[in-house]
């Protein structure tokens, strides 16, 4: 079992810069494939960004065009989406999501096993 906490969310302006931050206590964190999805106001939640327990691979949605980075740092328990060139129609509560499955966390939102409550980011043009 993992408790997943997102937490760096804030208002920003369009074009801005901001580090999202997926962390857990566990040890067994490290084991965990993990994805960021989020949900904006009326739509359903989308997959955005995952990566795999050791850090070796990943994989970003179609609508990120190069703008977000995923990391991770398994000493710290630690996951991180790094946004650029930030979007009014990015605005939306981020989650992270982990699980052992990869193809769970990689593009799905069915059958995750954890969840994190979000963190919302705002984006003003």
């Known amino acids: 079992q993992v408790q997943l906490v997102e937490s760096g969310g804030k208002l920003v302006q369009a074009g801005a810069s901001l580090t999202l931050s997926c962390a857990a206590s566990?040890?067994?964190?490290?084991?965990?494939?993990i994805g960021w999805f989020r949900q904006a106001p009326g739509k359903e939640r989308e997959f955005v960004a995952a990566i795999n327990f050791q850090g070796g691979i990943t994989k970003l949605a179609d609508f990120v065009e190069g703008r977000f980075t995923i990391s991770r740092d398994n000493a710290k328990n630690t996951v991180y989406l790094q946004m650029s060139s930030l979007k009014p129609e990015d605005t939306a509560v981020y989650y992270c999501?982990?699980?052992?499955?990869?193809?769970?966390?990689?593009?799905?939102?069915?059958?995750?096993?954890?969840w994190g409550k979000g963190t919302l980011v705002t984006v003003s043009s």
């Open positions: 566990e040890r067994s964190f490290r084991t965990y494939h």
């Open positions: 999501a982990a699980d052992t499955r990869w193809w769970v966390v990689a593009g799905t939102t069915e059958g995750v096993n954890y």
